[in-house]
């Protein structure tokens, strides 16, 4: 069974950071890119980052570039996103997927966790 977890939401200050985690299991880790995703209330899922296979290749989505950092580590099984300088507008449920193609496209992820909170105030 794929299971994502993610964890390391929660409730920041303005211009404060957060590290999000996100425990993969069931599946080959390595074989998959890895995407950080994103859902306000009221709006659509958007991609914020993603990363290949081998960490070589990254992109991030226009709004959170020079602010927010993801990496893996294949050894744990384990993507990160470091986000800093978060705003208001960064606040929204957050979730990781694993896909076969690095695209800040939803439908280009197979497995997907079940979110965790950041609020931004």
């Not at 957060?18 to 993969?24: D, E, H, N």
């Not at 209330?41 to 914020?48: A, D, I, L, S, T």
């Not at 294949?74 to 606040?91: C, F, G, R, V, W």
């Amino acid at each position: 069974e794929v299971q994502l977890v993610e964890s390391g939401g929660g409730s920041v200050q303005a211009e404060g950071s957060l590290r999000l985690s996100c425990a993969a299991s069931g599946y080959i880790f390595n074989n998959h890119c890895m995407g950080w995703f994103r859902q306000a209330p009221g709006k659509e899922r958007e991609g914020v980052a993603v990363i290949s296979t081998g960490s070589d290749n990254t992109n991030y989505v226009d709004s959170v570039k020079g602010r927010f950092t993801i990496s893996r580590d294949n050894a744990k099984n384990t993507p990160y996103l470091q986000m800093n300088s978060l705003q208001a507008e960064d606040t929204a449920m957050y979730y990781c997927a694993a896909g076969g193609a690095i695209s800040l496209r939803v439908g280009a992820y197979n497995y997907w966790g079940q979110g965790t909170q950041v609020t931004v105030s």
